[in-house]
Nanobody, 116 residues
Framework: QVQLVESGGGLVQPGGSLRLSCAAS????????MSWYRHPPGKERELVAT????????RYGDSVKGRFTISRDNAKKTVYLQMNSLKPEDMAVYYC?????????WGQGTQVTVSS
């Protein structure tokens, strides 16, 4: 059974940092493309970052380039999202997603609040 569990969200001041984790189980992580999405309040879901299968390449949404970093530890079956220089507009529910062969799986999400 495929399962993705996000953690690491919380309240942070503008300019601060957080690291989100996505613990994967039930599948072989290194053959899946892993992504982070976010759903800000009142807005549509958007892609934050993607790491292709095997960790060969990464890409980022324009709004987070240079501030966020996606990484994966296939041995630990965990994907991370390091978020630096956080802004109020980064506030959202962040979701981890695993995709392979046109099928995607999702976690339950973790809330990130950026506020002073």
């Amino acid at each position: 059974q495929v399962q993705l569990v996000e953690s690491g969200g919380g309240l942070v001041q503008p300019g601060g940092s957080l690291r989100l984790s996505c613990a994967a189980s039930g599948f072989t992580l290194n053959i899946y493309t892993m992504s982070w999405y976010r759903h800000p309040p009142g807005k549509e879901r958007e892609l934050v970052a993607t790491s292709t299968s095997g960790g060969g390449s990464t890409r980022y949404g324009d709004s987070v380039k240079g501030r966020f970093t996606i990484s994966r530890d296939n041995a630990k079956k965990t994907v991370y999202l390091q978020m630096n220089s956080l802004k109020p507009e980064d506030m959202a529910v962040y979701y981890c997603s695993a995709t392979q062969g046109g099928v995607s799986y999702w976690g339950q999400g973790t809330q990130v609040t950026v506020s002073s």
